[in-house]
């Protein structure tokens, strides 16, 4: 009976650190490729060529504010702007959100 026990705790034991270690591999062998893929990417370049790199992609990634970049023309469109104020301002979110939660109820 007892070495029936032993040997029940030594498979679940084996089990557990058996995948933590096999997970810690694959995790290590993943993250050495994606380091070498990234100095491979890098391979070749001068300090000028990845400073024209960084600058490219901060210009692709750049976005404006939604609320400037959204904001409707007064003088062609009065309305529009009027309501655009009621539904940017801090009280229609909360009368929203407060709508959202009777509805929940």
Known sequence: MEAAILNGFFFILFILVGSFFLMNFFVGVLFLKYTQAQKAENKGFTAEHQTWKAIQKMIVECKCDHSIMNKPDGS?????LYYWKIVTSQPFDIGILGVIVLNIV
């Open 76 to 80: 062609v469109h009065p309305k529009r």
